[in-house]
Nanobody, 123 residues
């Protein structure tokens, strides 16, 4: 049974930082591209960042480029999202997702999802 468990969310002031983690189990982690998505209240889910199986390819949404960094540790079956210079518009539930094969910015191409972790940025 595949499980993705996010952690690290919370309440932070604008300009602050958070580091999200997503621990994966039940899959051969190094064969899965990993992605982070977010959904704010009343809005559609949107792509944040994705990383290929061994980290050689990375994509970011334009809205987070230069502020967020995605990374992975295949020995720990974990993907991370370091979020710096957070803004109120970053407030959302953040989800990690796993896709067998190459990375994608399209959520529909990911087969496994975590339960999400809330990130709230106050102004």
């Amino acid at each position: 049974q595949v499980q993705l468990v996010e952690s690290g969310g919370g309440l932070v002031q604008a300009g602050g930082s958070l580091r999200l983690s997503c621990a994966a189990s039940g899959l051969t982690f190094s064969t899965y591209a990993m992605g982070w998505f977010r959904q704010a209240p009343g809005k559609e889910r949107e792509f944040v960042a994705a990383i290929s199986t061994f980290g050689g390819s990375i994509n970011y949404a334009d809205s987070v480029k230069g502020r967020f960094t995605i990374s992975r540790d295949n020995a720990k079956n974990t993907v991370y999202l370091q979020m710096n210079d957070l803004k109120p518009e970053d407030t959302a539930v953040y989800y990690c997702a796993a896709r067998l094969g190459s990375l994608s910015s399209q959520g529909g191409r990911y087969g496994y999802w975590g339960q999400g972790t809330q990130v709230t940025v106050s102004s």
